[in-house]
């Protein structure tokens, strides 16, 4: 037998063949899917580009800051670093999956091919994955900042290799993090995990703290302006690659090649030497932490939480016995995939941090104005966590039955209750983070009783609206043979569903609370119209939210009896 | 070719391999039974190098799996209970990747491919992506894929689940053949009727730990039983019966 070595980019060289098998397979059936994903990304892409390019035009000449000074690059900063941090976060858990849990894994271990080019191939497919949003949100930014400072071509060209050269170094320290975390806590991940987020959670707080002791310090204006930037370039950002990403970018847009390619050259090297360590330690450590993964612990786990769901039974007394088991099954399956309720934690957490923040920030002299804009965009951006979730967590639920739809297909249950039962675990869900946050938020701002009673009735109208919506597109464009809930969500039932309910949000929060809010901001003297406009408002946005629910679920469930399996 | 020295697996506080010690010479088609849970995936895991022991040592063709597992697994395929295949490439181009994988020249990796559609009669569907074949063309592919690169040891689990009975027939006629064109057959099955028509020699595990070993014959003057291998097989994994050590240890006779 004649062997060779195995040959190089043989595993790029089969994701190419599988990428260019599913786009002709995708582009013989019909153009109308692939034309809209294309145009809702160009669509979401456009629209971060016109608010960024109306925010730089305002900071440029409404409020005089200069667009290649101090501030703009303490913006930047923090937008790389923020980047950064959620790459960690969402390549970490896409590596995890994909590393140890998806059943390609198992077959590659078994074949000669090398740990650290197995590691390799599943690496560059998490970051990849993880910086499609990165691209999506930090491009059009980036670009719009590019054309507020008349930028030279130079700049624009510069955009990819500094992005590339970026998401690397979150990527490679997820990775480490990931293959460590397995190979010194297989039993205890998860608290590990949980343990990680907290602890990055009290380092931002303690950092926000900072900056707001800072802010209410009072002094000097420029003295304060400085000591809260002093905050903002902390822990010794000339050596932190978010500053090089910056500073490299904002070298690039005044024209200075040289400085900027000295940047993209430190940013890459540090990137590529994080490669080399992640690629070190899961040659070393990738096959023993899967060994470990499956034997760390006692064969036959015994899961725990049965409190949590007696609890939920004991929570749904007005539910059909059989809709309470359905949603028992839901939410015992979310509760025991922390893929799925670690990324509901993280954007909870986050949120909550953005609303403390929002009310130390404006607590001193805000005027009702900017109480009223805070705690609407609070509002907004409650409402958005909302639409993520039922976008990447509800929409897949029924898909996610896949090949054991059948089981549920054959319980002698009407199948309309099987969404009734996901609607209903996806809004209790919805409800609880919600009126949680947007309460914290009402109160933290000191917010008049009707703008809470209207903010508790917005969110309620969100919360089944979304869920309603989601349910039952997942139930109309469902995708059973994906197991990877990742893909659904990016497949084309999962993009008309979140650019639905990005409508549907947009639409509430202008219709529901919009009115009132734009009154306040305003300041206007109340002669009774302003009351009706909020009353009408109101209704409307209920109405709306009624449709939201009772519309797809309608279809869902027709499509849902319609279905063969 | 196999050789298991003294191995034990442990998950967590429970053993579930004790102490199996196994040679399995070429050529041999060795069955492994046992009931469930009794250690014969995990003891196959660690046969690819998917788990390690948690003492003793396992080689394939004299290749350490824990230092040097590369090297062995160059040797060996794979096919699980559950097989996997690229949902979006075609039969041939899966078939093509293995071939590349295991170091295959250009020429002879094409060869080997052209023999391997004829031989399991894929042709008919092997441009088609596998996400639209139904059981037995996975399976089909599946063993065209882990014959491809012409392996030493074929470890095999549970192959005959959801087969037609002519795909079975060309299935353990494929196992024979292989076994006496001098490849290490080890097949972990509950068919005892498949095991008993193609066995060299039965390894039968409880609880961990090898509780019979050899052939047929062996076995059921072991089990002093004279009868039909299900009878030997209920007769030594009775429940309440203490698993006892291999007679023969687990070396060829």
Redesign the interface.
Known sequence: ???????PF?MQR?RW???R??LR?LFSRSLVRPLTVVLITLLIATLVFLGSAEGFRFLDQDAHVPLDGQIIGVLLDLLFRALGVLLLFSGGLILYGSLFTA??T??L??????DGRIFACKFQGATAVSAWAFALLGGPILVAYGVARAAPWTYYALLPPFFLSFVLLPASLAAVIVVLTVNVWP?RRITVLTLGVAVVGALGGYWVYQILHEARGGGDGQEAVNRILGHFTFSGAELAPDHWAARGLMDAAAGDVLGSLEKLGLIAITSLFGYLIAEFTARLLY??G??RL???????RRPGGAWMDAALTAGLPFVSGRTRLLIVKDFRTFRRDPRQWAQVLIFTVLVTFSIMAGRRVFAVDIGPTYQSLVSWLHLGVVGLLICIYTGRFVFPLLSLEGRKFWILGLLPVDRGQLLWGKFAFASAGALLIGEFLVLLSDMTLEMPWPAVLLHVLTVIVLALGLSGLSVGMGACLPSF?ETDPSRIVSGFGGTMNLLAGLLFLLAVLTLTAGPWHLLAASRLEDDGTAAWAVLIGAAMGVALGAAAVVVPLRMGIRALRRMEF | MISLDKVTKRYGPRTAVDGLTLEIPAGELFAFLGPNGAGKTTTIKMLCGLLFPTSGTVRVGGFDLRTDGGRARELLSYVPDQPFLYEKLTGREFLQFIADMYGLSRDHGRRRVAEAIELFQLAEFVDDLTERYSHGMRQRTVFAAALVHEPKVLIVDEPTVGLDPRSVRQLKDLLRRQADGGVTVFLSSHSLDVVEELADRIGIVDRGRLIGCGTLEALRRQAAVDGSLEDVFLKLTEPGDEPAAAAQGGTPP
Do not use: K, Q, V, Y
Not at chain 1, 1 to 7: E, F, H, T
Not at chain 1, 294 to 300: D, E, F, S, V, Y
């Open positions: 037998m004649s062997r060779a070595a195995c040959p043989l089969l063949a599988m990428l098998n599913a397979t059943p390609e198992t077959f271990l078994a074949t000669p091919l090398h039993r096959r023993r899967c060994d499956a034997t760390g612990g006692p064969a036959r043979r």
